[in-house]
């Protein structure tokens, strides 16, 4: 079975722009969550969706936003970019979303900004 | 919301030894507890997870225990190998919800 896999793997973008990444959960998988991996904070949520809702939200703006297609694909953007918005952005699909599912995650969007 | 405390952020030890990396959380509602690996520019990888209704769970040379009274849960690597280098992330979650809570990180270096 694939794993989780995440478009772009690289993205580099200048502050005040937006920007839009995606991932593809495991084939059956219908559960996407989303975080971001900095040096200074760590990996923190961002958001969960599950049957193309938002289940979950984190501690983060609303420059930060997400969808789920029918296909549980997942998608996540962030608008006017900041420089404190460089990071590896990852996600994570699991079976069904709910009492504490195993979660496995992609490879991760490593987003730059300037 | 929940805070999760891990130590020690680095650990070095001879090839062989074993290491022992600690995390406390704070929701006494969190009952599920994975452990993630994660090597240089990979993504974090499941070792092991263990869920509030035991004690201890083994899967080869990993074990994690888990305190819920004191809201511990601990990471223990025998006989460690070069390949077992690496950052290694406790994480716990709530029963329901499908948000991990990540500590800060411990660098593993195993010392050949």
């Known amino acids: 079975k694939a794993g989780v896999t995440q478009t772009p793997r690289y993205l580099i973008k200048t502050r005040g722009q937006q920007v839009t990444l995606s991932c593809s959960p495991i084939s059956g998988h219908r559960s996407v969550s989303w975080y971001q991996q900095t040096p200074g904070q760590g990996l923190q949520f961002l958001f969960e969706y599950f049957s193309e809702t938002q289940r979950n939200k984190g501690n983060f703006p609303g420059r930060f936003s997400g969808r789920q297609f029918s296909n549980s694909r997942s998608e996540m953007n962030v608008s006017t970019l900041e420089l404190g918005d460089s990071a590896l952005y990852l996600c994570a699909s699991s079976l069904a979303g709910g009492l504490s599912d195993t979660q496995y995650f992609g490879p991760g969007t490593r987003l730059t900004v300037l | 919301g929940e805070n999760v405390e891990q130590h020690p952020s680095t650990l070095s030890v001879q090839e062989g030894d074993s290491a022992v990396i600690k995390c406390t959380y704070s929701?006494?509602?969190?009952?599920?507890f994975p452990w993630y690996k994660q090597e240089l520019g990979k993504r974090p990888q499941l070792i092991i997870d263990i869920r509030s209704n035991v004690g201890e769970k083994k899967d080869q040379r990993i074990a994690v225990t888990l305190n819920k009274t004191a809201k511990h849960f601990s990471l223990h690597i025998t006989e460690t190998q070069p390949e077992d280098s690496a950052v290694y992330f406790c994480a716990a979650s709530r029963a329901g919800a499908n948000n991990l809570f990540f500590g800060t990180g411990t660098r593993l270096t195993v010392i050949p």
């Open positions: 929701d006494s509602a969190s009952n599920y």
